[in-house]
Nanobody, 124 residues
Framework: QLKLVESGGGLVQPGGSLRLSCTAS????????IGWFRQAPGKEREGLSC????????DYADSVKGRFTFSRDNAKNTAYLQMNSLKPEDTAVYYC?????????????????WGQGTQVTVSS
């Protein structure tokens, strides 16, 4: 099991911003595709985006387009999720995941290695 360490979650007011980080521990992130997911209370885990090793990004959630930006910095062994214009409905636990593949997917079943998740709460 590969170790991914997530950070950056917290409580933010509607309209605010947060940046989540996902750092690979003891393995080289550049060799993996990276998925970002979230799970709201009582809901299934939702795929947000997948970043190929080349940096090509596929977005899966219309609800976050134009507000969330996904990126990777292989030199820092870290992936990022920049969230702007946050809404109460963005409240969820956010997860990063990696898979050694040339393909990308927004499916939970595609990924074998998951971070611990970080809580994001959007509330006034």
């Amino acid at each position: 099991q590969l170790k991914l360490v997530e950070s950056g979650g917290g409580l933010v007011q509607p309209g605010g911003s947060l940046r989540l980080s996902c750092t690979a521990s003891e393995f080289t992130l550049a060799n993996y595709v990276i998925g970002w997911f979230r799970q709201a209370p009582g809901k299934e885990r939702e795929g947000l985006s997948c970043i190929k090793r080349s940096g090509t990004i596929t977005d899966y959630a219309d609800s976050v387009k134009g507000r969330f930006t996904f990126s990777r910095d292989n030199a820092k062994n870290t992936a990022y999720l920049q969230m702007n214009s946050l809404k109460p409905e963005d409240t969820a636990v956010y997860y990063c995941a990696v898979q050694r593949s040339v393909y990308c997917s927004g499916s939970v079943r595609f990924f074998d290695n998951w971070g611990q998740g970080t809580q994001v709460t959007v509330s006034s």
